[in-house]
Structures are given as C-alpha cells and as structure tokens.
C-alpha cells in the first residue's frame, strides 16, 4: 500500500484520531518518503517460552524480558534463618550478607513488638518449577498462576536475597507487620520489590522484599554489637 492511500485509509477509519495521524505524518515525514518503514505502536519484546512437565508456556508481561540470571551457589554461600522467626519453625536459607541484614531488621522489629515470621527464602528455579506443577495438577490455569507467582526462572527467589513475610497473601498489607517494614526496612537494605502500582506493572506482593547492599545504611553495617570493644 503507498503512502497517500494508507494514509487515506488510516484517515477513512480513525478520523477522529488526529493524535494518531500527525505521528504518522511525522513518521512520514522523517522516513523520507520510505512508507514501508511506518510504526504507529511499541514492538512488543521477543517471545519467551518456559517448558513445564514438556508443555510450553509464553511468558507474558510484565514478566517478558525480565528473566533472571541466578548464579549457581554452593551452600556454604547460604544460611538458615532462624527457626523462631519462621513459620512453623521451617528450615528456609538465604545468602548470608542478606541473612546478616535480615537477623538485624527481625531483632530491631522485636524490639518494637512487631514478631515479623518468614514463609519463603531461597528458591531454585526448580523448586519455582515445582510450584507451578503442583499448582497446575490442581487444575489451575498458567495465566492465573502468574498472577501471584513468578515463572521459573522469573523469581527474586533464586537469588537468595529475598524472603517472603508470613502470611505470604493479600492479608498482610493489613497488618502492622507491613507497615512496620514500610516504615524501617529500608534501613536494613530491604525493599519491597512489586509495591502496589508499581510502575512495570507487576502484581502487588505486599510480603516479598528483597536485600540490597547499597541501599542499606552505615548503621546497620556494624559489627554485631557483642563484638563491640567494651567501653571504659
Ligand atoms: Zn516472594
């Protein structure tokens, strides 16, 4: 189709998107005179499949483009949380500079009357995979799954720096639990990873937060404080 037709054509049928005619006009302009070269819409980013139980699944947004490239850690690399502040005294691990910032933020909230519990630490993409194979026997449909659960491969979790508070559901953005974190946990290098309407659209996970070193403060850097030179 030439130029003056599809521009006719866009005209005939959108006459009252101007918007949308002066970027074609400005395309049109630009490309000097080479229509086969005319965008009117983003390109959408490359198709990414993930295989579950041999069946094939696309991965849509906002999790497309945004995999995550986990490296492969030995278990020295990690270390268990303490069970008093798990659910169900569960044994969950994380990488251990997390762990160090992490025993710090539960004790400063103790100390506040806040007992913060974690659900979920490291997980592999296999265990991630795992989740959604359970999920999907149960006869619940990929698209529904993703939106509470990120696809293998997709998952903070595999880094070993996030943690999952507990109840790990929409209850928790209730709780003072959350706003205690929202207030103070940024001091200990943790952020909420997917906050409501956030800006890439992720679903919101009030009790996903995820340690990053360069956020936290001198403060909470310190040696434990029984390590501390003894004063006078
Ligand atoms: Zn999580």
Request: proline share 8%; glycine share 4%; aromatic share 10%.
């Amino acid at each position: 189709m030439s130029a003056p037709h599809q521009l006719s054509f866009i005209a005939r049928s959108t006459i009252s998107c101007c918007l949308l005619l002066l970027s074609v006009s400005r395309l049109l302009a630009t490309e000097n005179n080479d229509t086969t070269a005319i965008i009117i819409a983003p390109a959408a980013p490359p198709a990414e499949t993930i295989q579950i139980e041999e069946k094939s699944y696309q991965i849509p947004r906002p999790w497309v483009g945004n995999r995550i490239s986990a490296p492969s850690l030995p278990m020295s690399a990690f270390k268990m949380i303490p069970v008093d502040h798990t659910r169900d005294s569960t044994h969950i691990y994380v990488v251990t500079e997390t762990h160090r910032a992490l025993v710090k933020l539960l004790e400063a909230a103790k100390e506040d009357g806040i007992v913060l519990r974690i659900e979920s630490g490291y997980r592999s993409p296999g265990y991630q995979k795992k989740i959604f194979s359970r999920m999907l026997d149960e006869g619940r449909q990929f698209e529904d799954i993703i939106r509470y659960v990120a696809p293998p491969g997709y998952s903070e979790h595999a880094l070993g720096t996030a943690v999952d508070f507990y109840p790990s559901n929409w209850e928790f953005a209730r709780l003072p639990d959350y706003s205690w974190l929202q207030k103070h946990a940024s001091q200990y290098g943790f952020t909420e990873t997917y906050p409501e309407h956030n800006s890439k659209h992720y679903p919101w996970e009030a009790w996903h937060w995820t340690y990053h070193k360069e956020t936290e403060t001198a403060a909470t850097k310190q040696p434990e404080l029984e390590a501390a030179a003894p004063q006078g």
